[in-house]
């Protein structure tokens, strides 16, 4: 499992009414910012194992600046209106609250703490 972080504009982040932030202007942003690049296939092997998992999905970005991309991920992912990653570290964290700030949104954890502030 893991703890996922949300870059949402929701108060609480799982709220269906509210304003979403739209594939479009996630599309737009990650094509704006340098340090991001659209993927359509996650790749991870889990230590000690001889294996390759594969995530799929649309609206997949990569932070390819992170110094541990290729053993940890570094993935940010659209859905359901906001943005969401999984057991961020310092660096995504720092990256998300850049872009909440851009979309002019939050970043809450699955707990409804926040780290924008």
Do not use: F
Request: aromatic residues 8%; contains cysteine; proline residues 3%.
């Amino acid at each position: 499992m893991g703890y996922d972080v949300h870059i949402t504009r929701r108060t609480p982040w799982w709220e269906e009414e509210g304003e979403q932030i739209t594939t479009q202007e996630w599309a737009a942003l990650v094509a704006a910012d340098h340090a991001l690049e659209m993927v359509e296939v996650a790749r991870v092997s889990p230590r000690d194992q001889d294996v390759v998992l594969e995530y799929r999905h649309e609206w997949l970005a990569q932070l390819a600046t992170h110094p541990q991309r290729g053993s940890h991920g570094a993935w940010l992912q659209w859905a359901e209106g906001r943005i969401v990653v999984k057991n961020p570290d310092e660096t995504l964290l720092e990256k998300m609250r850049g872009l909440a700030r851009v979309l002019g949104a939050r970043v809450q954890g699955d707990d409804c703490e926040y780290y924008d502030e």
